[in-house]
Antibody, heavy 118, light 107 residues
């Protein structure tokens, strides 16, 4: 069974930084594009970023462009999200999700809560 | 950017009812559309991809249709375990925008 486990969330002050990790197992990580999706408390889903299998192609939502950086380490089966210049409206549960063969999101992690507050 | 608009934003129906949720894209996206179910306090789950293909393990009472700009998710006979918020998402290109969600409750 595909397993995705996020870590690195927590409380950070506005303007601060945080790095999320997603450990993948039970599938060939290097064969799949990966994504970050977030959900603010009581709100809907928001796609944040995608990275291709080799990391050559990277995309961001306008809301995080220039502040967040997605990366991956295929040797370590890990996905990352470096978040800088954090704002209160970045407060959310952050999910990592795998692109299925059709590029829909077929497996999701349990999520990591990021709270931006002074 | 292409916007995704779902309707209704919420609905209440009886067990056994046929339920339909619509998703409209502001520009054509062919069939690059997925539907997700998120039960309260749970992680989103993929129900349908390519607009009408049922993900493995999803009950056959769920179905999807549409192409271009207009899409529908249908639950043929609503069950208590279907109480959830349903989201559409386009994935033909970035940004992979989600709809705002439709909350389904039992009457």
């Amino acid at each position: 069974e595909v397993h995705l486990v996020e870590s690195g969330g927590g409380l950070v002050k506005p303007g601060g930084s945080l790095r999320l990790s997603c450990a993948a197992s039970e599938f060939t990580f290097s064969s799949y594009s990966m994504n970050w999706v977030r959900q603010a408390p009581g709100k809907g889903l928001e796609w944040v970023s995608s990275i291709s299998r080799s990391g050559d192609y990277i995309y961001y939502a306008d809301s995080v462009k220039g502040r967040f950086t997605i990366s991956r380490d295929n040797a370590e089966n890990s996905l990352y999200l470096q978040m800088n210049s954090l704002r209160a409206d970045d407060t959310a549960v952050y999910y990592c999700a795998r692109d299925g063969g059709s590029y829909s999101l077929d497996y999701w992690g349990q999520g990591s809560l990021v709270t931006v507050s002074s | 950017d292409i916007q995704m608009t779902q309707s209704p934003s919420s609905l209440s129906a009886s067990v056994g009812d046929r339920v339909t949720i619509t998703c409209r894209a502001s520009q054509g996206i062919s069939n690059f559309l997925a539907w997700y179910q998120q039960k309260p306090g749970k992680v989103p789950k993929l129900l349908i991809y390519a607009a009408s293909t049922l993900q493995s393990g999803v009950p056959s009472r769920f179905s999807g249709s549409g192409s271009g700009t207009d899409f529908t998710l249908t639950i043929s006979s609503l069950q208590p375990e279907d109480v959830a918020t349903y989201y559409c998402q386009k994935y033909n290109s970035a940004p992979r925008t989600f709809g705002q969600g439709t909350k389904v409750e039992i009457k």
